[in-house]
């Protein structure tokens, strides 16, 4: 991203979605999956991508509208990581604690073991424990 003051000139997004992938190499087989996988049929990308980008769409103007505040509390239910127990890889940094949702900034709010909140805004996150839906 880049800002002028409290201006965005522009925002790079990227995602990385597996469409067709029925197996996974070890390291990667408990904690990946594909679109074919979790919905039982093939998708092409064309197909994908028409589905996406006008989802996309809206929520990207949400967020233009309402900040992070404006998405938050829907991106923290439809992640289903609310509650569940992660592990926050960031470069040397690792958290590991209770995910409780994301900050008014895009960070990761995260209950450390010690009762700490620990606000991460980058890192590979790993889903180490599911939790009680809703539960904080």
Request: glycine share 16%; proline share 6%; net charge negative.
């Amino acid at each position: 991203m880049t800002t002028r003051g409290d201006r965005i000139d522009f925002v790079v997004l990227g995602i990385g979605v597996n469409l067709g992938s029925r197996s996974f190499p070890p390291e990667l087989a408990g904690i990946a999956t594909s679109i074919e996988l979790e919905g039982g049929r093939a998708v092409s990308p064309a197909e994908f991508r028409a589905q996406l980008l006008p989802g996309l769409e809206t929520w990207l103007d949400r967020f233009f509208e309402g900040g992070v505040p404006a998405i938050g509390p829907a991106w923290t239910e439809w992640s289903g990581m609310a509650g569940a127990r992660v592990r926050v890889i960031e470069g040397s940094r690792v958290v590991e604690g209770i995910a409780c949702g994301i900050g008014p900034d895009g960070s990761l709010d995260v209950r450390d073991d010690r009762g700490h909140h620990v606000m991460v805004m980058a890192g590979d996150v790993v889903i180490v424990q599911p939790g009680a839906r809703g539960e904080r």
